[in-house]
């Protein structure tokens, strides 16, 4: 009885996979255009892009690489979840759409304590992604880029609790 039970929970587990990979979320990769992604608005050294591209575009940018398991429900949902995530944080292909410019340095500017606290890129992101972590001298390059975005005028206000 015990084994039959069993046998039966695993057929609806694997009926319940099945149909789950029915349902699939949207995949989406909206058009690039080039005169509204960052490097339009900032100068990006070379160094910091290919770190940016490697380690942050799968989730920040409009150029997701979709890997063969973000075809497999559930993790098909996480995943997808995650980038639709990452893009309305920040999207380096879409800076346009950073209307306010302070607003813009600000998030640039963060970018430093993120990939420093080791955040970015997620560590389950990293697990499946061997290529991404950001090595120390790495972490320094995209710090001093980032950092230079920060307007000292706003730092002394945040430091004096203004």
Known sequence: MNKFRLKRVLLGLLLLFILAQVFQPRRTNPAVIESRGLQAHASVPAQVQA????????????????????????????????????????????????????????????????????????????????????????????????QSFINPADSDDKKSGQ
């Open 51 to 146: 770190v940016l591209q490697r380690s942050c575009y799968d989730c920040h940018s409009s150029a997701t690489v979709w890997p063969w398991y973000s075809y497999v429900a559930p993790v098909s949902w996480l995943i997808t979840d995650d980038v639709n995530t990452g893009r309305s944080h920040i999207n380096f292909q879409d800076w346009e759409a950073q209307e306010n410019p302070k607003e813009a340095a600000e998030h640039l500017g963060l970018i430093c304590e993120e990939v420093r606290k080791q955040d970015m890129p997620p560590v389950q992101y990293r697990v499946m992604h061997r290529n991404s972590p950001l090595s120390p001298e790495e972490v320094q390059t995209v710090c001093s880029w980032s």
